[in-house]
């Protein structure tokens, strides 16, 4: 009986043991849980779990800054499924407007633009687009107003984004996670109300990921991205997207079939129209250096106001950036520098391209053509501007839509709607002084059709 007794007292033990052994695992584990979420609101360590999107919005500038250098690897995101998104109050559709348009107030470049050649005065017109929002009955009417306000600027990336844009670009900005402005965005767009706005699972970052460059534009394209035909004694390169340089695969196979049957054409047009751009890297280290035969360089200027969305984007290492303070620009012929008064920062940027000699059949000593219209924008706009002034090609076609000197997209959330919207925050001038936004790219050649537009090709090159 004794020893029946000493083992049960005995089993009592152990039981209470294991149950204090779990209990305290289980605050141990809780602990740690809040020990994680402190660092994560105190910006300490180099944390890689448990990281919930929308802790995003409580960073300032240098904190964020803070705890994204003491990273040693991409942070895990916690992102729990997607939900019903909630109807909007009329407070909170007011306040999302009001974030909105202090942050363009704060970043965009285009007012002064946008009032000589629309004759709008956006900031002018806040009460207008208020009184708009205020009479939205629904979520609906929300987003259309918000567009139609968007619209008013005039620009092809300040835009209310849809389903594949946001879609498109979480995918796209997790293959890089070293950047501080790409990153910040990439988790800004996984935040709970994003997915639940757009119905979207969220994305983790890849931890090996190489470096990418911030795009220009983001609408992508599925269809084959080059192709090559012919007409007579031209050789057509139809371009439809700048690609990033992880993309060209096939594109490089179709230029290099081009360039090694150069010899039975006595032209080259490479056809941009309704190319809205993508990736710089595509024409500077891709399609140019395989077709120029000597080195080309233009030289264009970029100003931005200061704010928090300007320095996290000019905190990346790779970019040359000065104080507008700091810098003598006095020598440089600059249209409407009256509009510089709220610039704070200031890029020289040299854009050098120089001929692929890697291979023997690369360059091309033909006369070349590019084929613009007016929905050529960004980083197709970027190409035939450097065009334009190297006098590399003649242009054929109708005036382009212009924004293409640019550092690229912001990306931002309305922090009730989850809606995103985008903008470029660059001022760009070209090399002759001209606004970029202001004068597009101008055909050497003005045509109004496609037809028009290979007659007065093949009339050059007979001439």
Not at 1 to 27: D, E, H, N, W
Not at 92 to 97: A, L
Not at 180 to 185: A, W
Not at 198 to 224: F, H, M, P
Request: hydrophobic letters at 35%; one cysteine or more; charged letters at 30%.
């Amino acid at each position: 009986m004794r020893k029946s007794k000493k083992l049960i007292f005995l089993a009592l033990l152990i039981f209470i043991g294991l149950s204090s052994t779990s209990c305290v695992k289980r605050r141990l584990e809780s602990l740690e849980k809040s020990r994680v979420e402190i660092d994560m609101q105190e910006n300490i360590g180099p944390l890689t779990e448990s990281f919930y999107p929308d802790k995003i919005a409580e960073f300032s500038e240098e904190k964020y800054l803070k705890w994204f250098k003491a990273l040693k690897g991409p942070a895990k995101l916690k992102l729990p499924a997607p939900q019903e998104p909630k109807k909007l109050t009329k407070a909170e559709m007011v306040e999302d407007f009001e974030y909105l348009f202090a942050e363009l107030k704060e970043n965009y470049p285009f007012f002064g633009v946008l009032d000589r050649k629309y004759d709008i005065d956006f900031l002018a017109n806040h009460d207008i687009y208020l009184a708009r929002i205020k009479a939205c009955e629904n979520d609906q009417d929300f987003i259309d107003a918000m567009t139609e306000i968007m619209g008013e600027l005039h620009n092809y990336h300040a835009k209310i984004a849809d389903r594949a844009y946001v879609q498109t670009t979480l995918s796209y900005y997790s293959q890089n996670w070293n950047q501080p402005s790409i990153y910040y965005e990439f988790i800004n767009l996984n935040r709970q109300a994003v997915r639940n706005r757009y119905d979207l699972e969220g994305v983790q970052s890849r931890a090996n990921s190489g470096k990418i460059r911030r795009k220009k534009s983001g609408d992508a394209k599925t269809a084959a991205n080059l192709s090559l035909t012919s007409e007579g004694d031209l050789a057509i390169l139809k371009v439809s997207q700048m690609l990033d340089d992880k993309s060209i695969e096939k594109d490089e196979e179709i230029l290099d079939e081009f360039l090694r049957n150069k010899h039975l054409y006595k032209g080259l047009v490479i056809d941009i129209r309704d190319n809205v751009g993508g990736n710089m890297e595509y024409w500077k280290n891709f399609l140019l250096p395989k077709l120029i035969t000597e080195p080309k360089q233009v030289t264009n200027h970029m100003f931005f106001k200061d704010s928090a969305k300007t320095r996290l984007l000019l905190s990346d290492d790779t970019i040359n950036v000065e104080k507008l303070s700091n810098v003598d620009i006095t020598g440089i012929k600059l249209d409407h520098a009256e509009d510089l008064k709220d610039f704070a920062y200031y890029i020289k940027d040299i854009v050098a391209i120089n001929p692929d000699e890697s291979k023997k059949d690369n360059g091309y000593e033909g006369k070349i053509f590019l084929l613009v219209d007016k929905d050529v924008f960004s980083a197709a706009e970027g190409f035939a501007s450097f065009i334009k002034h190297t006098e590399l090609a003649t242009i054929v076609g109708s005036q382009t839509g212009g924004d293409g000197i640019t550092l690229g997209v912001i990306n931002s959330v309305l922090p009730n709607s989850g809606l995103v919207y985008t903008y470029t925050n660059t001022l760009g001038y070209a090399p002759d002084g001209t606004i970029n936004e202001e004068n597009p790219t101008t055909p050497d050649i003005e045509t109004g059709t496609y037809r028009q537009s290979l007659q007065s090709i093949e009339s050059q090159i007979q001439n």
